[in-house]
């Protein structure tokens, strides 16, 4: 298992080059100037000159990105265009809000996905299976800035419950991991119902049926754990969503995480810090299926590793 821990890590080098790469790139492919809105629009053109060799803008794409690589290799994620801060310093309070919210999200939605999708595997076509779906299938179906605004209309404005946007206390956090939380809850609910389904028809299970088992002890035990692989790499794979659902959120809600940090800084042209946004999104995504691989160890011992 060490072996294949540490073989993945490395793996992992090659794929951050290669995001960087395509990551550099594309950016510097958005239209626009951003030496221009960093120089103000006042700047005559030789103040617009004066900043883009500051910035090292003037150089070659090829000679900028070996640049980036080399600051990066060393841990220095540049500096703002837009504020001149280090984006380290930018990333300090914001990735802890962005965390936070992401792991909130994925928190509730675990939790409420598997017990609907549960229940409705052990009451197929009844009533309580219905409703599940029906749950489920809303959750997919709703846009998140659409069910955002409508918590917000509801609880925050009507009832008063929860404040409207930014990040004061626990409270803040509940309607945005609400709404980024809908659609992984809906399909893990989806995904829990199919494989429990399959499991419910093994032998093993009839087997524990005519042993005398309860069928509670029957599901929870047996059916429900030899169930959760698929539902486990549903759970890694949509990680990627909850980032990216962030930045709709965030917004939304006016939450000063990774997601906002990201749209005003597109709209800015900020190139270093668009770069580090989604340089690190992708790393946590890369670091996130790593963990769900080594979770199939724990639920199923049987599963061996290639070293």
Excluded: C
Excluded at 117 to 144: C, E, H, Q
Excluded at 231 to 253: H, K, N, R, W
Excluded at 254 to 281: C, T
Aim: net charge positive; aromatic share 10%; charged share 15%.
């Amino acid at each position: 298992m060490f072996r294949y821990i540490v073989k993945r890590l490395i793996e992992i080098i090659p794929i951050i080059f290669v995001v960087s790469l395509l990551i550099f790139f594309f950016i510097h492919l958005v239209p626009g100037d951003p030496v221009r809105l960093a120089a103000g629009k006042e700047a005559t053109l030789e103040e617009i000159e004066r900043v883009r060799q500051e910035l090292g803008l003037d150089k070659p794409l090829l000679t900028q990105y070996i640049n980036y690589m080399q600051n990066l290799l060393t841990g220095n994620l540049g500096h703002s265009l837009k504020t001149g801060l280090p984006i380290s310093d930018m990333f300090e309070n914001r990735f802890s809000v962005t965390m936070t919210l992401t792991f909130m999200s994925l928190g509730w939605a675990l939790v409420l996905g598997l017990l609907i999708g549960t229940i409705s595997a052990v009451f197929r076509n009844k009533w309580p299976d219905y409703v599940g779906m029906l749950t489920a299938i809303s959750g997919i179906s709703l846009p998140g800035f659409w069910l955002g605004l409508i918590l917000i209309q509801v609880f925050s404005v009507t009832l008063g419950w929860f404040p409207t946007g930014g990040v004061d206390s626990w409270k803040s956090y509940v309607l945005p991991s609400l709404t980024l939380g809908a659609g992984i809850m809906s399909m893990l609910a989806r995904f829990t119902r199919s494989s429990l389904l399959e499991t419910l028809k093994e032998d093993f299970i009839r087997t524990g049926r005519a042993k005398g088992l309860k069928e509670s002890v029957v599901v929870r035990k047996h059916a429900l754990k030899n169930s959760m692989i698929p539902v486990v790499t549903i759970a890694g794979l949509q990680f990627g969503f909850l980032l990216g659902g962030s930045v709709v959120v965030e917004t939304v809600f006016s939450i000063p995480g990774m997601g906002r940090l990201l749209i005003d800084s597109i709209a800015f042209r900020d190139y270093p810090v668009v770069q580090a946004v989604i340089l690190l999104f992708s790393l946590e995504f890369i670091l996130v299926n790593l963990l769900v691989d080594i979770l199939y160890k724990a639920l199923n011992p049987k599963i061996r590793y290639d070293s």
